[in-house]
Structures are given as C-alpha cells and as structure tokens.
C-alpha cells in the first residue's frame, strides 16, 4: 500500500517537514557566540558551551519521553500537541529580555520541539516494509539539504539589526509544520495500512545488547562530532593548513555534500548478511579519512579525506541505526527513534567538551586522533556484539542522524 497515491503524498509532506525542522534547528548553531555577543553582550565564549550543552541534555532527556507516551497515547495528538507549544514558545524567544531568559525558554522550546522525533517514525509506518529503503535516500537527502542551507543562511540572520527577530517567522514557520503534518496524517488514515509487520520482527532485544547498540551509537556520533568544533580554525591555522576562511567553510560541509553523492548507493551496499561486513568496511574507510586529514599536508589530499569521511560515515550510519530499527516490535518504534534522537544527542553533548579539553591541553589535531579512537571502539562493540548473532532485516531504516 506504501506506493498508492495518498501514502506517497504523505510521505514527501513528512519529507518537507522534516526538511524545514532541521533548517530551523541548526540556523544559529554555528554562530551562538556572535549571536549571543550581538543580541545579549554576553562575549564570554564558555556561556555558548553552556548553553549548547543545556540544549543537548535537554533533547536526549526528552527525545525518549516523547516515545514511551507514544505507546499510550496517540501519536497524532502528541504532535499537534508539542508542536502547537513549539510555535508559541519560538516566537517567545523573540521578547527574550537577557539571555537568561532566552535559556529558560529555549529549554522549554526544546522540550515541546522534541515531540517532532514522532515525525520520523511516521515516516517509517508509511514505508513499511522494503519501502523503508527508499525512505532512507529521501529523508536523509532532506537533511543534509538543509544542513548545508541553514550553514549559508546563518551568517545572514546574524548580520541582522535583530537576529530575535527571525523567531517570529519561525514561529509562523512551526505552525505551517504543524498543519502540514496534521494532514499527511489525515491521508495516512485514508490508505488501509498493510498486514503487521509484527509477525516477521525480529525478537525482543536483551538489555545487554540494546546496552552494547547504545554505546556503540554513542562512540560513533562521538568520533563524528569531536572534530566539528575546531574543524574550520584548523584548516585555517599555521599548525593546520593556513587555508582562508572561506575555503575552510566550503571544507566543512563537504562531507553532508557527500553524504547526498552517497544516496544512491546506501541501498545497493545494504545486502542481508552483509551488514556487519560493510559496516567495518565503511568504519576502516572513514578511519582513514580522518588521518589524512590530521597528517596530510597538501589541501588536495585533505579534501580527499573529507571526501571519503563523508561517504562512508553515511553508510555506516545507517547500518547501524538499522540494527536498532530492527531490533523488537512495530509497536516500539517510536521509542527506539527516542533512544536514537538520546544517544546522539548525548554524543553531541560530550563532543564539544571533550574537543574543547583536548586542543587546552594539546593542539588542534587532538580531536581528530580522538576521532580515530572513538570509531575504534564503535568497531570494537559492532563486530562483537551488536552484529552477532542477530539476522539482518532486509529493510533499510530511516536515518535519524546527520552529518552536522
């Protein structure tokens, strides 16, 4: 039923959706310190680590929150519900007096906003079965688009007499979300759903494995994040590759541009009973991109490594998070996108700092070695626990994550 007319309508107005949350999520990412500075007076650097991490915890608290009242309430009404106090809250934001009062409502904000991790396995109820395959190119397409969109259109919103300002059309923005979502799922009732799925599950995972699963994401979205900070002073340093700071920006979002070159193959390299093979396959590439990227000292050879780093951390994310997809009932789905939505969110939390600590105490290359080890132990788990003895399902998940 995935392919008639009203699934695939819902499908690609979930796809837009998803599209215009994460440009609005990541919009002031890369500029909290200028915005803060500018909006707020408040120059201390340390503040926008706070803030960030503030932001992170909140999320990783929330995300699985959102799917445990999944598996009581309506899904349909939890949406409309937090996303409805979303838009209200974003165009609060707006008459923030001090930043202290911009924290309090972005933490309230991220609480509600949360809810919108639903989205992503509404989408995956509409795949179903080996639709989910295509599933995975589209929305992860849709992601990194906006990635790349919002990293152009930030520095713009800074330069603003008021940046406070664009929270009011985000506001609008939530509430066009809202409707545009309220009404894939009107079509999505429209279309009588296939058979469960439930009887083909894989059986319930053990908390050790689902133990192992988490550590394992946490590691990876660690080693994927720690070099983010520091990435574009780097490049752009005597100790790096003394590159401008605008070939440093176009350096940084190679690898989301890649991860859309990527696309194509993801589902030809997902075969049943492979997954384990590519997923060491994929992890020892990106290892490798990353020590040209630390050791290289040509701007050639450092584009090739961003190059491969970005096409196979796709892959392997995927692999991965099909592992956790997989892993129990149809009925727990929305939870699981929790627990994915939480460990990254915890990698997230701990990247900044930990790469903060590190180029304190040694250099700016540090994170990339740090890199290095957190995928090792990625590898470490997968090839020993999260890929034994677990048959590979034929479907491919949707990605929650991003190359960010």
């Known amino acids: 039923m995935s392919g008639s007319p009203s699934m695939s309508r819902a499908q690609w107005i979930l796809l837009v959706c998803g599209f215009l949350q994460v440009f609005t999520e990541t919009l002031l990412s890369p500029f909290y310190p200028q915005f803060f500075a500018k909006v707020f007076g408040v120059g201390d650097l340390e503040f926008s680590g706070r803030f960030i991490a503030i932001c992170r915890l909140t999320v990783m608290l929330c995300g699985p929150l959102w799917g445990l009242l999944a598996r009581r309430y309506s899904a349909t009404v939890l949406l409309a519900v937090g996303q409805f106090f979303t838009a209200v809250l974003t165009a609060l934001c707006a008459l923030a007096q001090d930043e202290q009062q911009f924290i309090v409502l972005t933490v309230l904000l991220l609480i509600f906003k949360s809810s919108y991790m639903l989205v992503y396995s509404l989408l995956l109820e509409l795949a179903g079965g080996e639709g989910r395959a295509a599933a995975v190119g589209k929305l992860q397409a849709a992601v990194h688009l906006a990635i790349i969109a919002s990293s152009l259109c930030g520095a713009w919103v800074i330069d603003m007499p008021s940046p406070l300002w664009i929270f009011y059309p985000a506001a609008v923005l939530d509430i066009v979300l809202l409707g545009l979502c309220l009404y894939a799922l009107r079509l999505k009732k429209m279309v009588r759903q296939a058979p469960a799925e439930a009887a083909n599950a894989a059986p319930s995972a053990s908390w050790g494995w689902m133990a192992a699963l988490g550590l394992c994401f946490i590691s990876f979205h660690l080693g994927l994040n720690v070099i983010r900070p520091y990435f574009t002073q780097y490049v752009s340093s005597a100790e790096g590759y003394g590159l401008s700071t605008t070939m440093a920006g176009v350096l940084f979002l190679v690898p989301s541009a890649m991860a859309l070159v990527a696309m194509p ?45 970005g096409f196979c951390v796709i892959i392997a994310q995927s692999i991965l998070e099909l592992r956790l997809f997989s892993a129990g009932s149809e009925g727990r789905l929305h939870l699981r996108v929790g627990l994915s939505v939480a460990w990254q969110n915890a990698a997230l939390l701990g990247a900044p700092l930990l790469a903060s600590e590190l180029v304190g105490q040694a250099n700016l290359v540090a994170p990339f070695w740090a890199a290095v ?3 090792a132990l990625s590898l470490i788990l997968a090839s020993a626990v999260v890929f034994q003895g677990r048959k590979d399902p034929v479907a491919i998940p949707v990605l929650q994550g991003a190359v960010k």
């Open 373 to 375: 080890g957190a995928f």
């Open 265 to 309: 193959w993801v589902r030809r390299l997902h075969a049943p009973g492979q997954h384990r093979t590519f997923y060491i396959g994929s992890v020892s590439l990106l290892v490798v991109g990353l020590v040209l990227q630390a050791v290289s000292s040509g701007w050639v050879l450092l584009l090739a490594g961003r190059v491969m780093f």
